[in-house]
């Protein structure tokens, strides 16, 4: 497995390409489709199918028209999945947390809310693609129509529990080394959004 890391448009946003065995799955893949298509060229992948980390314009933009180009479809949260504004055939809703075979890879979507009702965070094997609920030192906005601090304090306490050395993929590329990638071990000692949530999580409110 190989995961390929593309910084697309003017707000930084990550798309990612998980390959395996020459089949692709797509990460949030927004702004410029045609840097998409000529890494999945260049690379000789065939896309199997797309995976959303949440709703946002910024993580969805263009997707429609790689979906329609390849013939494939894109996994959504449900309660994400009317505010994406993609077509309602383009897309595979679940409810919650949801296991899916993909490219002859296990795909976990797991709930964690707080930024959107449907953000999700995917993991495959020991990588996580965290969309805009955590980055590098930081969270995602709980300001937004359809965000909640409470329920961000609890999906970051669940991240803050998988294994330390679980690769962190964000959906925009923030932090120190503007790369947008960090490991659940480096944020649960540094990212002051985690500490607060583990430690005092009633006034993780006031802090956003
Ligand atoms: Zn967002």
Known sequence: MKVYILQLGEMGNCTYIVEH????LIVDPTWDMKAIYRLLEDEKITPEAVLF?????????GAQELMRKYGIKGY???????????????????DGDHSEKLAGLTVSFLSTPGHTKGSVCIKIGDILFTGDTLF??????????GSDPRQ??????????LPGKT??????????????????????KNNPFIKMALREPDNFEDMI
Do not use: F, W
């Open 152 to 161: 961000m304090t609890k999906s970051l306490q669940r991240l803050a529990a």
């Open 136 to 145: 590098p030192n930081a969270c995602g906005r709980t300001d937004l129509p």
């Open 21 to 24: 065995k020459g089949k692709g």
């Open 53 to 61: 980390t949440h709703g946002h314009y910024d993580h969805v933009a």
């Open 76 to 94: 959504i949260e449900a309660s994400d999945a009317e505010s994406s504004r993609l077509p309602e055939e383009q897309l595979i809703t679940y």
């Open 167 to 188: 690769t962190v993929y964000s959906g925009h590329a923030y932090g120190s080394d503007g790369t947008g990638s960090t490991t659940i071990e480096k944020e649960v």
